[in-house]
């Protein structure tokens, strides 16, 4: 016979954006199971770079202290490298690198220390529904069927939701989707211990747009590195090359390519994965339902970096249901008191990410001039990423950021 569960919050997915929602949910005494088809510690294919805008809350999980002692680097330089191999280097504040295998666990450990149930193995295939209302999940666990029952879901299943495509809340937009690939190579030349470094597009490849990024971020001193390819949807289609082409043509055409990699070996496969970015958070709530991080493509859309909207999400989802918990009211109009908090919370980092790829990196001249800009600042190569990009957009583009700003 088939099981049913009943709680009242189910958390589907464990990552960072989930295991948040749970940690709050059981800290505001809010029942709740949280579930996630891996066995756990799980990898994520993943840069791993943490902003520190996440530390106020990794503290308050009790994570912080035991991902810094294991984190296997601190980023504070951070070099942008364009079409011809030209580059510019700049400062932003310590960013921890770590796995996410350790990571995510140490935070989806915090959520059951809070007191949130936590059930492994478990795949959600598709949605209970119930006159137009999400009333939990069909699932397997074990390969068994198995529906878990809730008063409100989140729906925390990462870029590859099923989920959200039922709800037609997964947006699609191809210009900001990218192709991520993600290997650990050991035996890198040159590469500063705590320098990440950001490769466009290689004059040499045809048809290809730019965001086609490859980067490098060190670990353990900087022989052995995350070896990152991301590579626009539209730009993959065009261009006829794998991604693994296109990362082999990189290493072996390009200066910092041959330089950094001549020596190195691949620790583990390249593997990928499909992420969508955004401008702006999209539709996140329908009745019953908030979907949060990977799961509503709350990717930046410049660095690709999504932890802090999933993170971010979690919090503010967490806070609002235990509001509706409280009231005992779990109707659409009290959940989608979440919409307009996270658009308020996220949107300035997006947007901010937004503009800086549409009218900065996506332009290969404002891309050269951004540069002698950032090497004319006082004190160069000792400027902030942040504040300099910013400076450039409203002074030298007349843009107007409104409350658009850098996380980094
Ligand atoms: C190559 C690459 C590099 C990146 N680098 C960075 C970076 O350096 N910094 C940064 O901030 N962001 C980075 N990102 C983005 C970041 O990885 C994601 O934005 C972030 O993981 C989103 O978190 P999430 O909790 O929404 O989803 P995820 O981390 O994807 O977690 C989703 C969880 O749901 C589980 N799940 C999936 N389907 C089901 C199901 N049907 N039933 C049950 N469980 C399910 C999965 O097992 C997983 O544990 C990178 C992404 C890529 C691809």
Redesign the pocket.
């Known amino acids: 016979m088939m099981k049913k569960i009943k709680r009242t919050a189910l958390v589907?997915?464990?990552?960072?954006?989930?295991s948040t929602a749970a940690y709050y949910l059981a800290k505001l005494g809010v029942d709740v199971l949280f579930?996630?088809?891996?066995t756990w510690p799980?990898d994520?294919?993943?840069?791993?770079?943490?902003?520190p805008a996440l530390y106020p809350m990794l503290k308050e999980m009790g994570c912080y202290d035991e991902m810094m002692k294991y984190q296997a680097c601190s980023i504070t330089d951070f070099r942008l490298i364009d079409r011809d191999e030209d580059y510019v280097d700049m400062k932003t504040e310590p960013a921890m690198i770590a796995t996410?295998r350790f990571t995510?666990d140490q935070i989806r450990r915090a959520a059951i220390r809070m007191g949130a149930d936590f059930m492994e193995n478990?795949?959600?295939?598709s949605l209970i529904m119930r006159k137009g209302v999400v009333k939990g999940v069909h699932?397997l666990y074990h390969n068994t069927e198995m529906d878990i029952e809730a008063d409100v879901t989140i729906i925390?299943?990462?870029?590859?939701?099923?989920?959200t495509r039922q709800l037609g809340l997964f947006p699609d937009p191809s210009d900001l989707t990218v192709y991520?690939?993600?290997a650990y190579v050991d035996g890198v030349e040159g590469l500063a211990p705590n320098m990440a470094e950001e490769y466009y597009v290689p004059k040499g490849l045809k048809g290809w747009s730019p965001i086609c990024t490859t980067w490098l971020n060190p670990h353990y001193g900087g022989k052995q590195a995350v070896l990152?390819l991301?590579i626009n949807e539209d730009a993959l289609r065009d261009s006829g090359l794998s991604a693994m082409e296109f990362y082999e043509f990189w290493r072996d055409n390009t200066k910092f390519g041959q330089e950094r990699l001549k020596n190195a070996t691949l620790i583990d496969k390249f593997r990928g994965?499909r992420?969508p970015g955004c401008r702006q958070l999209g539709k996140s709530v329908v009745p019953g339902a908030i979907a949060?991080?990977?799961?509503v493509g709350a990717?930046e859309c410049a660095f690709?970096?999504?932890?802090?909207?999933?993170m971010t999400g979690g919090m503010i989802a967490a806070n609002v249901i235990a509001g509706c918990a409280a009231k005992d009211d779990f109707s659409y109009d009290e959940l989608n008191a979440y919409q307009k908090m996270a658009e308020e919370a996220l949107n300035p980092s997006l947007g901010f990410n937004a503009l800086f790829r549409d009218e900065l990196l996506n332009k290969e001249d404002v891309m050269k001039d951004f540069f002698k800009f950032v090497k004319a600042q006082p004190g160069y190569p000792n400027v902030m990423f942040g504040d300099t990009a910013a400076k450039y957009m409203m002074e030298v583009l007349k843009l107007d950021l409104g409350g658009n700003k850098s996380n980094q």
């Open positions: 589907v997915g464990a990552g960072p954006g989930g579930v996630d088809k891996e799980r994520k294919i993943c840069g791993g770079v943490y902003v996410r995510d478990y795949e959600a295939t699932g925390a299943n990462g870029s590859h939701s099923e989920l991520a690939f993600r990152g991301t994965w992420l949060i991080g990977d799961a990717s690709d970096y999504g932890i802090p909207s999933a």
